[in-house]
């Protein structure tokens, strides 16, 4: 199977700007997480789609926004990008409901400038 | 919520010899506890896991050890080899299929001296 991809790689955006990052899970997963990864913070929780609903979210501000299609492809979106939005985001995978694994994709590494 | 803490932030041990990274978590309801080794470039990879109704889970050189009195959970790496070299997260939850998030340690560098 193949794991879960992330587009695009690497991103350079300017102070102000949006920007939305893609997520394809694993085939079969339905339920799609995001994290922010910083080497201040670390790992973050960002939110989690389950069947094209938001489950749950951590505690960002509502510049950050994310969707899932029917297909559970995902996508996030960040609204009037700061300095401080530079990040590796990743994007998780995991089969359902029932099941607690969670796997990662590559990460799109986004630099505000 | 929930916070997890996560020792030692570096560990350079010789080939061959063993490795073990430590965690501590603050909420009792938590049940799953996975581990994730992340190489320079890449996602975190899910190397094992255990869950609230085990103990201790092995697998091949990697095992991972959970005391939930205590609240905290231990990864083993025996005969370590330099590919093992990479950073090292832990994660806990309390909801199925993401639902909760995962809440990370800091990380552990871990640094395998030939």
């Known amino acids: 199977k193949a794991g879960v991809t992330q587009t695009p790689r690497y991103l350079i955006k300017t102070r102000g700007q949006q920007v939305t990052l893609s997520c394809s899970p694993i085939?079969?997963?339905?339920?799609v997480s995001w994290y922010q990864q910083t080497p201040g913070q670390g790992l973050q929780f960002l939110f989690e789609?389950?069947?094209?609903?938001?489950?749950n979210k951590g505690n960002f501000p509502g510049r950050f926004s994310g969707r899932q299609f029917s297909n559970s492809r995902s996508e996030m979106n960040v609204s009037t990008l700061e300095l401080g939005d530079s990040a590796l985001y990743l994007c998780?995978?995991?089969?359902?409901?029932?099941?607690?694994?969670?796997?990662f994709g590559p990460g799109t590494r986004l630099t505000v400038t | 919520g929930e916070n997890v803490e996560q020792h030692p932030s570096t560990l350079s041990v010789q080939e061959g010899d063993s490795a073990v990274i430590k965690c501590t978590y603050s909420d009792s309801a938590s049940n799953y506890f996975p581990w994730y080794k992340q190489e320079l470039g890449k996602g975190p990879q899910l190397i094992i896991d255990i869950r609230s109704n085990v103990g201790e889970k092995k697998d091949q050189r990697i095992a991972v050890t959970l005391n939930k009195t205590a609240k905290h959970f231990s990864l083993h790496i025996t005969e370590t080899q330099p590919e093992d070299s990479a950073v090292y997260f832990c994660a806990a939850s309390k909801g199925g299929g993401g639902a909760d998030g995962l809440t990370f340690g800091k990380g552990t560098h871990l640094i395998i001296q030939p």
């Open positions: 085939s079969g997963h339905r339920s």
């Open positions: 998780a995978s995991s089969p359902g409901l029932a099941e607690y694994e969670q796997y």
């Open positions: 789609y389950f069947s094209e609903t938001q489950r």
